[in-house]
């Protein structure tokens, strides 16, 4: 399969009096045209600033420093406010994390659905409307009529999110990217739009980057999946492996901090510590202080990139054995 | 809708009531007397007892407010001591001058502050945004009828650009002429409105609506103009409706200055001559005219703001 998005040690960084604060560092992976592709991590450890940075959409002050980011062949980090307007929608779409802010209020919800279209290239209002009520079929918004002439806040929190999926949709993009899209919403509407997703992702041929905390989302959407720490990339794996074989401690703390079971009794694991304020990281591994397997050598430098043999690798100069099923059960 | 508009204009009641009380006791503590105004200081005392009982001035405060408030009830006003006609057609007349001076001011607060707004919105922390916050401070603590005279004396006395004063003939002398008292009047809202926009559209320039809208491929025109600018326009012009109903007391003194044949002339002038009724009607309009901005404001709230329609209406 071709490369469809290729992210080369993507660096960001926040201008914070004299200096620059890197928020992201050293960055890479690349996505595969229809392939889905899972980023995880806790709150602050620089994911959704990550792929904000792909379609160039970062927060305040925050700038790429370094690295590029290839899609269709163009790299983004360079490109023209022009150039990415074009590719914003029509190549890449993008849903974001809560469905209450992400619409505007005085706007109908058709209109913004629709609105996208017109600036990439569909002159005619009727076909405008005509693929923005197939759009909202697709997501699966009831009475697409109605909807379309309401305003957001006379719908539910699942329906804006879905209307939201519709605005990124719309344009048929070759590349979705979603901003924790299920973590304003209540559990149940949770699993339905992570059903669509995946389900628009097969039926339209996109790829699609899912950013969240959950690993339990990744193990039902993506096929291959990254773990950030502290702005970098400390893991990456076909899905199975990340279950089955993980490398990285960190990556093993994450996955005995899910809850598990239904019963009472089973006690929660959460990781100990805080992550590192990204001002000031600590000179080696920046997981070092929180990890179980740390000895000496961690704290003095930053471990490298160990490639793995099935795909993806992992950055730990003392990872879990590849065969330790046992560490987290 | 319907009965939104009429409960709120069956509120206005009360609020005309009140004004009615206040101005009939404020208008008699005001030194002086109404026939000795009519008749001149060389009136003999017994000239100016009969003035006085006609007038019906002999009787006690609480019936001369009683009668005053039944006649009201039947529609008439009162008859101006001064100009010897109906109170009503008079302020009737003296009217239209000052709501146009309202709107033309309203209009041209906006056409200051919006661009105003956007630019100190979008430059916020650089240049342009100190520039327009320290003119805004000066324009919001210059007194009008300073700033009235320094245009005068800029924009009609040195360069010849607009008459000194006047109102006009047709309604194209009308709005020349009414341009440096409208400017005046702008000068002490436009700052207001411009402070808000720019707080408003700051904010809404970082919702998550905005990303949205960029992530849609929109050029930033459109995300400005079309997103940010819709929403942060609201707040704007609540402040703008505020103000408007607090400029209705600016005109007074601006239509003093630029000689603008308006209600605010007419109430300087029959303070002076003590008339009473025209006092009390060129008030109570003003009041009026108060309580209808401040619902005109609501109702475009209600128009232009989807979450508000629906729980006014509903």
Known sequence: MVDLLDVDHLGIGIARGDSTVSLVEDVSFTIRAGESYGIVGES?????????????????????????????????????????????????????????????????????????????????????RARMLEAMRLVGLPDPARIAASYPHELSGGQRQRAAI??????????????????ALDVTIQAQILRLLT???????????????????????????????????VEEAPIRRIFEAPRHPYTVALLNSIPRGTRAGHPLHPIAGMPPDPAQRPPGCSFAPRCPNRQEDCEVSAPGWTQDAGGGGFACFHPALATAEATHG | MLTYILRRLLLMIPVALGITLAVFLLVRLIPGDPARAILGIHATPALMAAVRARLGLDRSIGVQYLLYLKSLVQGDFGISYYYGQPVARLVLNRMVPTLVLLLYSTVISLVIAVPAGILAATQQGRGADHVLRVVATAGLGLPSYWTGFILILLLAVT?????????????????????????????????????????????????????????KGLPGRVVLLSHALRVAILPALNVLGLNIGFLVGNTVLVENVFAVPGL???????????????????TLMFGIIVVLIYL????????????VRRSEIG
């Open chain 1, 44 to 128: 602050g450890c620089g994911k959704s600033t990550t792929i904000r940075a792909i379609i160039r959409l970062l927060t305040g002050k925050a700038r790429i420093t370094q690295g590029s980011v290839r899609f269709d062949g163009v790299d983004l980090a360079q490109a023209k406010e022009s150039a990415l307007q074009s590719v914003r929608g029509a190549g890449i779409g993008m849903v974001f994390q809560d469905p209450l802010t992400a619409l505007n209020p005085v706007i109908t919800v058709g209109q913004q659905i629709a609105e996208g279209l017109r600036y990439h290239g569909v002159r005619s209002a009727p076909e405008r």
């Open chain 2, 296 to 307: 005109i404001t609501d109702l475009g709230q209600i128009m232009l703001d989807p979450r």
């Open chain 2, 159 to 215: 360069f010849h650009l607009f008459p000194i004063a006047g109102y006009g003939n047709t309604w194209g002398a009308r709005l020349y002429n009414l341009f440096l008292p409208s400017l005046t009047c702008a000068l002490n809202v436009a700052p207001l409105v411009m402070r808000a926009l720019r707080t408003s559209l700051g904010e809404a320039l970082g919702a998550g609506f905005i990303d949205t809208a960029r992530a």
């Open chain 1, 199 to 233: 389900d628009l992702r097969s039926r339209l041929g996109m790829a699609l980057v899912l950013v969240t905390h959950d690993l339990g989302v990744v193990a039902q959407t993506c096929d291959r999946v990254a773990v950030m720490y502290s702005g970098r990339i």
């Open chain 1, 166 to 183: 519709a605005i990124a949709l719309i344009a048929s993009p070759r590349l979705l990217l979603a901003d924790e899209p299920t973590t």
């Open chain 2, 264 to 282: 605010g002339q007419l109430m300087i002038s029959s303070i002076g001559t003590r008339d009473y009724p025209t006092i009390q009607m060129v």
